[in-house]
């Protein structure tokens, strides 16, 4: 079946430090990927979507390259802002939308 | 202002009530998914319509039901609640039923069962 895995958190990193999550998956076929934030009390907010492989995503600053041979999608961002403090989901959609388990950033002045 | 509106915001009820939940997609979005966002089980895909027909169904419990009706707003009905059904439950819209298509998420209800 369809599913995603993304590195657990919480990361806490000092503003301008570089980020990475990670994310897999596993789909039949040729599914589409996303990157979500979820700011607190809020719903989630597209931040970056890639539909085929080698399609690279890019929103605000983050950056997700859509990587078919290890079947990953890893979030990067070259230097975060203490407004990028969130929870990030790593999403698959083929046939219907499943989400990761989330990720918890904080960013520290 | 991701322009999908859920009603109502939080909602406290106890166990064995029924409750409906109320979503307005974005103008001219054709889809309306369901959510359930809980700290054990993270987000859940529950059920998806497209233009007033059910296209996806995915761990929707037999006590929840749900509908979209003409004007393509959609109501979630829980009933028989249990203390574990405590959780957000979002709405999200696109404007069609395809899988590349950007979901936009409300809100958000927060439902309490005591």
């Known amino acids: 079946g369809n599913s995603v895995t993304q590195m657990e958190g919480p990361v806490t990193l000092s503003e301008e430090a570089f980020l990475t999550i990670n994310c897999t998956y596993t789909?039949?076929?040729?599914?589409?990927l996303f990157w979500y934030v979820q700011y607190p009390g809020e719903g989630l907010q597209l931040l970056l979507k890639?539909?085929?492989?080698?399609d690279k995503g890019s929103n605000k600053g983050f950056e997700a390259t859509y990587r078919k041979e290890t079947t990953s999608f890893h979030l990067e961002k070259g230097s975060v802002q203490v407004s990028d403090s969130a929870v990030y989901f790593c999403?698959?959609?083929?046939?219907?939308?499943?989400f990761g388990a989330g990720t918890r950033l904080t960013v520290k002045p | 202002d991701s322009g999908v509106t859920q009603t109502p915001k939080h909602l406290i009820t106890a166990t064995g009530q029924r409750v409906t939940l109320r979503c307005s997609p974005r103008?001219?979005?054709?889809?309306v998914y369901w959510y359930q966002q809980s700290l054990d089980q993270g987000l859940q895909f529950l059920i998806q319509?497209?233009?007033?027909?059910?296209?996806a169904k995915g761990n929707i419990l037999e006590r929840f039901s749900a509908q979209q009706f003409p004007d393509l707003h959609s109501e979630l009905n829980l009933s028989s609640l249990e203390l574990g059904d405590s959780a957000l439950y979002f709405c999200?819209?696109?404007?069609?039923?395809?899988?590349?298509?950007?979901?936009?998420f409300g809100p958000g209800t927060r439902l309490t069962v005591l």
């Open positions: 999403a698959l959609s083929n046939n219907d939308m499943r």
């Open positions: 890639a539909t085929k492989a080698d």
């Open positions: 999200a819209s696109s404007a069609t039923s395809g899988g590349t298509d950007t979901q936009y």
């Open positions: 789909a039949t076929g040729y599914p589409s």
């Open positions: 319509y497209y233009n007033g027909e059910e296209r």
């Open positions: 103008s001219g979005d054709l889809s």
